[in-house]
């Protein structure tokens, strides 16, 4: 059986780069990114979530509560990206660090999830009974808040065709921060130009329904590469194609992601004239996104010939 490292997508961190360096290739610039936005958003939760005691706003303590979750996602998301650079070169992870990310993805899911339950709880005592809301300072802020959280989104947007689901949840998280900001400008607006008191924690009860949705998405996604399913179908098709182009036949083959950019996969194949395990390689060489490939080429008769 041998195994080689293809040249797929490849990272920018030269320092890091080894045969079992599976991270993404805007690894250093998304890890910059995350830094910056954590910042942006501690800053604003400071500001939503005093606003929103003060003037007795739901939906702003609502706004406020989801990005103190986005403050703990960010940092999550930023150290995963800081610890999976850190740990490239080390031994101790078979395949790379490139999933750190999926991980750190993952339980930022888990947070807008609760977050989300948080929210919903909240919104449904205060339409059971309403606060007195100041809506002439509470609307002003919640307009700040929802500014500055589309300059976040902007900053984290996913750049590149490799997907980096660490910086995907994090975005993920402000893009479903903007939506509920919205809702809650709308609540407070309706507030107080008609004096619908139940606006507020409807705003608020919406944006919590919504937020569950984003979490929901997100789970599937990262668990989908934790638990190492089939990452790609056409992918995995072609790999087959390559191997079977002169009548060979694969047996057994598995796909899954390494990280940002990477794939692995592990081949049997069978065949009547067995080539050398170099040729199987060398067809799949320079196929995008596969960077790591074992084969084992077995004869008609299913002996093995290379192990």
């Not at 339409?127 to 100041?134: A, N, Q, S, W």
């Not at 947007?157 to 402000?174: E, F, K, M, V, Y």
Request: charge should be neutral; aromatic fraction near 6%; charged fraction near 15%.
């Amino acid at each position: 059986m041998t195994t080689l490292d293809l040249p797929g997508a490849k990272s920018d961190l030269d320092n890091y780069r080894t045969e079992r360096s599976f991270l993404g290739a805007d690894h250093q610039r998304n890890e910059r990114r995350t830094w910056i936005v954590a910042a942006i958003c501690a800053v604003t939760l400071a500001a939503q979530v005093t606003g929103g005691l003060v003037f007795h706003s739901m939906a702003l303590t609502a706004s406020g509560l989801h990005m103190g979750a986005h403050v703990a996602a960010l940092l999550t998301a930023a150290g995963a990206y800081a610890l999976a650079r850190r740990y490239a070169v080390s031994r101790r992870f078979a395949f790379g660090t490139g999933k750190f990310g999926d991980l750190a993805g993952f339980a930022n899911a888990m947070v807008l999830g609760v977050t989300a339950i948080l929210i919903a709880v909240e919104s449904v005592q205060r339409l059971r009974t309403p606060e007195r809301v100041d809506y002439g300072s509470a609307l002003p802020l919640a307009v700040a808040g929802l500014a500055v959280t589309l300059v976040c989104v902007w900053l984290l947007r996913p750049r590149g065709p490799a997907q980096d689901l660490n910086i995907s949840a994090a975005h993920l998280h402000l893009s479903a921060d903007a939506f509920a900001g919205g809702l809650a400008i709308a609540g407070l607006a309706a507030g107080q130009r008609f004096g619908w008191a139940w606006a507020d924690p409807l705003a608020g009860l919406a944006a919590a329904a919504l937020v569950a949705q984003f979490a929901l998405s997100l789970i599937r996604r990262t668990a989908a590469n934790l638990l190492d399913m089939n990452p790609s179908a056409e992918l995995t098709a072609e790999v087959r194609t390559r191997l079977e182009a002169q009548g060979e036949r694969v047996s057994d083959l598995h796909l899954w992601r390494l990280g940002p950019g990477h794939h692995a996969a592990v081949a049997v194949v069978v065949a009547d004239h067995p080539l050398p395990a170099a040729a199987y390689h060398a067809r799949l060489s320079g196929l995008e996104g596969l960077s790591h490939v074992t084969v084992e080429v077995r004869g008609a008769d299913n002996v093995l010939c290379q192990s």
